[in-house]
């Protein structure tokens, strides 16, 4: 009855919601087991969902596009993303900024719990399966699926789930197909692009920081060095190209947003986002007045890492064994500048291999919210990042992979 192809957490939803329906299901992988991309999230350990029981405030976190997903969301939100993975034997738990991750911090008892719902609701699984297109045929106007093409046969179906993933982690077996196959079956792709994806940065000072990681600070994405596009908190870590972390990641999310040729931007780091500039230098002229013998390059690593402190000295062109006695309030006041207003420039991102999720895809707008059933081909159903929908890091992307996985599963049964 429904062929489905893909098996990373949206395609196996999807399998097991229409085997669960009364569906005769298959489920076509090219790998050699399911669910590998899902293996690296969470570092491993699974961040299945986002603890926002809101679905208007789930959504608005999700962008503009967002509002295509309140009908699936509707269906099945993050509570019954919990229920569902509870029920297979998977406990969860809510950790720190909302995101939900198994007790076991595994992400191999996810998996283990997905091909559970998959044999229960008799679905077969092919892995080892590459698709080489598919045999359609026109009927009144209209564009039909009828089958999918492998390397030694044709199987033949009543209805096809897309299910085959974005472009990021190509290693994993996500390298575009669903894409190539979707356009030509008369949809528009929304040009694919990396996101939630380390940045390349152009000054060689960071490059000496690899390693270095700054808890919850402040960072400003700047365009032309003087508009600040948007503002962002949480962790960062320095890299041998340039910067990653949570708060990177989801700033090269609105990056990919506003990206053109021309354009150039900057990241503004606030190092002590909790105090004001006025506030800083009150705080630092009483250190120094409690200091007065000691050298600079001693004091500062009690605000900053060490590493931090002595490129913060060298572009403030202070010595680090000047005593604190002999800084002027010029060098104070450099140095306040660097610790409010740290500047990067970016020069690009590290590509599809390193990026977590594919911004871009198939259009929304030909695409039912409900069911995700296509509107140019009846009997073909599109679900996960193979759409044009994606959020910031925190669980977002693999709830848009279990709601739009689950209604596309009953819908394509229901249609």
Request: charged residues 25%; glycine residues 10%; neutral net charge.
């Amino acid at each position: 009855d429904v062929i489905v192809i893909g098996g990373g957490p949206a395609g196996m939803m999807a399998a097991g919601k229409a085997g669960e329906a009364g569906a005769r299901v298959l489920l076509v992988e090219k790998n050699d087991r399911l669910g590998r991309k899902l293996l690296l999230t969470g570092e491993g350990r699974c961040n299945i969902t986002h603890a926002e029981f809101d679905n208007n405030e789930l959504v608005k976190s999700l962008g503009k596009k967002g509002k295509f997903l309140f009908s699936s969301l509707n269906a099945f939100n993050p509570e019954n993303v919990m229920e569902f993975f509870s029920d297979l034997g998977v406990a969860t738990k809510i950790e720190k900024g909302g995101k939900v991750f198994p007790v076991s911090d595994n992400a191999l008892d996810v998996l283990q719990a997905l091909e559970k719902n998959l044999k229960k609701n008799a679905v077969e699984v092919m892995t080892c399966a590459n698709v080489l297109g598919f045999e359609t045929e026109e009927a009144n106007n209209e564009k039909k699926i009828k089958g999918v093409q492998l390397i030694d046969r044709i199987i033949y179906a009543d209805k096809f789930i897309l299910a085959t993933g974005g472009k990021s982690y190509p290693a994993t077996g996500s390298t575009g197909d669903g894409y190539v196959w979707a356009r030509a079956f008369g949809h528009k792709i929304i040009i694919p692009q990396p996101s939630l994806v380390p940045l390349k940065i152009e000054e060689d000072w960071a490059k000496e920081l690899q390693g270095v990681s700054l808890k919850n600070v402040k960072i400003s994405l700047m365009q032309d060095d003087e508009s600040v596009v948007c503002v962002s908190r949480g962790d960062l870590i320095f890299t041998h190209f340039g910067v990653s972390g949570p708060v990177i990641l989801n700033l090269s999310r609105t990056l990919a947003e506003l990206e053109k040729k021309d354009d150039q931007f900057f990241l503004s780091i606030d190092l002590k986002p909790e105090i004001d500039r006025r506030e800083l230098d009150a705080s630092i002229q009483k250190d120094f007045a409690r200091n007065i013998n000691k050298d600079i390059a001693n004091y500062l690593p009690e605000l900053v890492p060490q590493k931090m402190a002595k490129i913060i000295l060298r572009l403030a062109e202070i010595s680090g064994e000047k005593k604190i006695n002999t800084i002027t309030k010029k060098d104070r006041l450099r140095m306040i500048n660097l610790l409010k207003d740290m500047r990067l420039t970016v020069i690009g991102n590290t590509g599809f291999a390193q990026a977590m999720v594919t911004k871009g895809g198939v259009n929304l707008k030909e695409v039912n919210p409900k069911n995700m059933q296509s509107k140019i081909v009846p009997n073909l159903f599109l679900t996960g990042e193979v759409l044009d929908l994606d959020g910031p890091t925190g669980g977002y992307n693999l709830q848009i992979a279990w709601s739009t996985g689950y209604v596309a599963g009953i819908g394509c049964v229901n249609s």
